[in-house]
């Protein structure tokens, strides 16, 4: 299908289930995203979000760390491409109790 291949690395106590969505190619770009939203607003934004480079030939790695007390919702964000500021696909993190 050509859709980029990322591997997702989670640190949480809790269930969590990310959704990454990203356009073919972006594994090859510098991807970041700034922090992941809730959908109650009044809640905190998940901003322990990085991605890791791969070795050499090898897809980036996304790494999320979820804190204990972190409320459980639905965080959803945007990945871009840190060179250009280009969107690159969707990211959407659920936080189980």
Known sequence: TGASAIS???ASRRPVRATL???PGAERL????PELRARD??????TEVSFEPGPPGCAPTLCLRIPD???PDTYLGVVADRRTGQQVGPLSVCVSQ
């Open 8 to 10: 997702i690395q989670v």
């Open 69 to 71: 007390d972190h409320p």
């Open 30 to 33: 510098d991807l970041f995203t």
């Open 41 to 46: 607003h009044g809640r905190p934004p998940i």
């Open 21 to 23: 969505d990203l356009r």
